[in-house]
């Protein structure tokens, strides 16, 4: 499928569902005299390394040419100020309680307005790398910031004559391209931490008063996201892979969590290159909901800096980098500072090469989901064979919060809290992803697994646990008992995490934080116009039930 953005002019008014006031106003905008558009990477790259704040270092960008980048591109440092990260209370979402589209038109109007003498650049993507689901995006961003920009068009795809010809054969639905404005400059004075107005119906979005580059991805991904579930696909922030065999089915596994929570670990594990393995992606694609493939959203990784020291191989696949420090090497070279020395949450717009086993559309239908959480009553594995309850754990699934958000006030970043799906950017009623992922589990017969890679106790679960998990699930060696006597829960056997099921202190502890799901469902039905069905309940307090009876 494809979106659209020329039209008959019979079509052209109030009576298109494509149109609207927020959508007319942000478009409007991308045909001013202060825009000019960037048309392709290469152009992008030499108005981004001259930019006041960049940092052009002494690292070569590997095979820049592939990308569209000039053959003798290197690495590009830009940092912003205190905020390194996403702002969720910024948002506003046209249908969400209490956000007026009219006020929120007015506010963007004058935004546009105040910024007509600044210099905007503009510049085209496709989201989706395959005929399947293929989207263009648009997207208008104050001059200044031309890292972003160039950081966007490597993030996303640039439309090349073959991406140009992919999306030509793809049938076209009765969908508007993607719009996003961006004015990091302007600040709303009822919004000092920034405005980020969304009109997820006609795909558009504003994103005012915050320079992180993140919030232009995941804004990008949020209104893709949207337009893939009306049209019957499963909305999948996380990650997939696949083992292929000769002998027997390829086995493709989903792994859903939030940034920090290993999801990207797992994917891109190799495993020793003991088996066949392809990566679709490790944090956005979209399941076709009919025959169960899949097809990645980006070509590259937003990826965390803190794990790569100079010395690994991983900055070898770096492109754009946010938020880090630079220093000097013996040879005199400029050169990163990673591991999050400067400040939490280093960003880098990695290259698709990183992975040498990437693929852009997984065809082998997906057969597993892994929900990744951080909820120390949990052994590292547990498998969940109720299509019920297997979706309640999505919904409420448990975890903590990571450097790659920008909190505001007084919050708990250690406490746990419940992000269902593992995907904040939502903006459909949560009801829907929960029947699309229970229709995954029930009718397309996914297993289901819950993965603790924090602690399991005061015992921290490192990653050599969970990776020998998959593969035993893969090579089907896994020894399962009955998760505590609880009806649809088995529990991984291993040696170093053993569970004491009659230490009623330990029942108690897991019967409390299923509270705290049951609670989350309560305090969402009482303050959403949406609703969970009340089987999702049920099924909670019956598992507290026979824990504490």
């Keep these: 499928m494809s979106t659209q953005n020329a039209y008959p002019l019979a079509d052209i008014g109030r009576n298109n569902p494509i149109f609207s006031q927020i959508r007319s106003t942000v478009e409007t905008a991308f045909y001013a005299n202060n825009m000019t558009s960037i048309p392709d990477v290469a152009t992008a790259y030499k108005l981004a390394a001259k930019g006041p704040g960049t940092v052009k270092t002494d690292l070569p960008i590997y095979r820049p040419t592939d990308m569209g980048l000039p053959a003798d591109a290197t690495m590009l440092v830009e940092n912003t100020g205190k905020v390194v990260g996403r702002t969720a209370q ?17 506010r963007l109007r004058e935004a546009i307005y105040r910024s007509q003498t600044e210099s905007f650049i503009k510049t085209d993507v496709v989201v989706g790398l395959d005929e399947d689901f293929i989207v263009r995006a648009h997207l208008a961003i104050q001059s200044n910031y031309a890292n972003n920009l160039l950081s966007y068009m490597l993030n996303f795809q640039p439309i090349t004559q073959h991406y140009q010809d992919m999306f030509d054969q793809s049938v076209a639905y009765p969908e508007g391209d993607i719009y996003i404005y961006a004015d990091p400059t302007y ?22 008063g915050m320079p ?7 804004s990008t991904l949020t209104l893709a996201w949207s337009i893939a579930h009306r049209h019957g696909y499963v909305a999948c922030h996380g990650g997939l892979k696949a083992f292929h065999f000769k002998d027997k089915s390829d086995q493709v596994f989903a792994m859903f969590g939030l940034s920090g929570s290993g999801k990207s670990t797992l994917t891109h594990a190799k495993h020793g290159y003991k088996y066949d393995i392809t990566v679709l992606h490790d944090d956005a694609f979209v399941i076709n909901r009919q025959n169960g493939s899949s097809v990645a959203l980006e070509p590259s990784y937003f990826d965390k800096t803190n794990d790569y020291p100079m010395s690994s191989t991983e900055p070898k696949y770096f492109m754009t980098i946010q938020n880090v420090g630079v220093t000097l090497d013996d040879q005199g070279r400029k050169v990163l500072v990673t591991e999050d020395l400067r400040n939490g949450n280093g960003r880098t717009i990695k290259s698709r090469y990183a992975s040498t086993n990437r693929v852009d559309k997984e065809n082998a239908p997906i057969n597993a989901i892994f929900w990744i959480m951080k909820d120390d009553s949990l052994p590292p594995v547990i498998k969940v064979d109720d299509p019920v309850l297997a979706a309640t754990f999505g919904a409420t699934l448990a975890t903590k919060r990571s450097s790659a958000e920008n909190l505001i006030g007084d919050v708990d970043r250690n406490a746990l809290v419940i992000e269902p799906f593992a995907n904040p950017f939502r903006v459909y009623p949560l009801s829907e992803d929960y029947h699309d992922f229970k229709a995954l589990f029930e009718e397309r017969h996914l297993d289901c697994y819950l993965l603790n890679t924090g602690s399991f106790g005061t015992h921290k679960i490192p990653k050599e646990i969970t990776l020998g998990a998959l593969e035993a699930i893969v090579n089907n060696t896994t020894e399962w008992e009955s998760f505590a006597g609880l009806d649809h829960m ?12 009659n230490d009623q202190a330990y029942r108690d502890l897991v019967a409390t934080r299923l509270n705290i799901r049951s609670n989350f469902i309560d305090h969402y039905q009482h303050t959403h116009n949406d609703r969970l069905p009340d089987e999702t309940t049920k099924a909670l307090l019956k598992l507290q039930q026979e824990l504490t009876k």
């Design 187 to 208: 600040h709303d004075p009822d919004y000092p931490d920034g405005l980020a107005i969304f009109d997820p119906k006609h795909n558009v979005a504003a994103i005012l």
């Design 212 to 218: 992180y580059f993140g919030e232009l991805k995941k």
């Design 90 to 106: 910024a948002r506003r979402i046209l249908g969400d309680a209490g956000v007026d589209e009219a006020d929120m038109a007015g």
């Design 490 to 501: 088995q529990n991984l056997k291993l040696a170093d995490f053993p569970v004491d099921y």
